[in-house]
């Protein structure tokens, strides 16, 4: 099961790009990369997925670089309402011996 | 709409009296996991569900059981409850066991 390490806090401001990365040295070749955002007292919602390269939607973009050892979420533009906890998973298919794992994550802090 | 529905979002009840909270999936999913999140704990696994009467214990399954006798629904069910079970709980469910979708959370208060 691969660990993911975080930056455990970031602030920015309204308007920026942001960059969280996320590292995972021990990524099994069948692991995929998996970002939630979470307000308070809410049930974390997924963002992105990928398995290698970069994936856009239309919310985020997701940056893998070949080794796969990290990734980073990239929110362009943020706002206020982007003020929230990001976490970072790594894994594949839910099972006995792949436990889908959420960790601290990061809080992010949007100033105006 | 898409979603994974919890009853009910809230409930104070006392040590000892059996509970049950009820998760829901209009997705079709096979995949299905209940969470609690503790302040300072994050998120951590209670059970998970591959598939119609397939589950298994995840990190903190103690005090808790599920069944999955149908694919849309998973409930939890605490059989005596006890103050340390109080916390934020969250029902999961996914296609492909990758991505999750989330319920709103169940906030068990038990005194």
């Known amino acids: 099961l691969a660990k993911t390490t975080q930056p455990i806090s970031m602030d920015s401001y309204e308007g920026q790009e942001v960059n969280i990365t996320c590292s995972h040295n021990n990524i099994a070749t069948n692991d995929y990369i998996t970002w939630y955002q979470q307000f308070p007292s809410q049930g974390p919602r997924f963002i992105i997925q990928g398995y290698k390269t970069k994936v856009t939607n239309e919310v985020a973009s997701l940056f893998i670089p070949a080794d796969r050892k990290s990734s980073t979420l990239s929110l362009p533009r943020v706002s206020l309402s982007d003020t929230a906890v990001y976490y970072c998973l790594v894994g594949d298919k839910q099972n006995r011996d792949d436990k889908i794992i959420f960790g601290k994550g990061t809080r992010l802090h949007i100033l105006p | 709409e898409a979603q994974v529905t919890q009853n009910p979002r809230y409930l104070i009840t006392v040590t000892g009296k059996k509970l049950t909270v009820t998760c829901s999936q209009n997705?079709?999913?096979?995949?299905m996991s209940w969470y609690r999140q503790d302040p300072g704990l994050g998120l951590r696994q209670i059970y998970y569900?591959?598939?119609?009467?397939?589950?298994d214990k995840g990190d903190v399954p103690e005090g808790y059981k599920v069944s999955r006798k149908e694919k849309r629904n998973f409930p939890l069910i605490l059989e005596s409850p006890s103050p340390n079970q109080t916390s934020l709980y969250f029902c999961?469910?996914?296609?492909?066991?990758?991505?999750?979708?989330f319920g709103s959370g169940t906030r068990l208060t038990v005194v």
């Open positions: 997705m079709n999913h096979e995949y």
């Open positions: 569900s591959m598939n119609v009467e397939v589950t």
């Open positions: 999961a469910s996914s296609r492909t066991g990758r991505g999750y979708t």
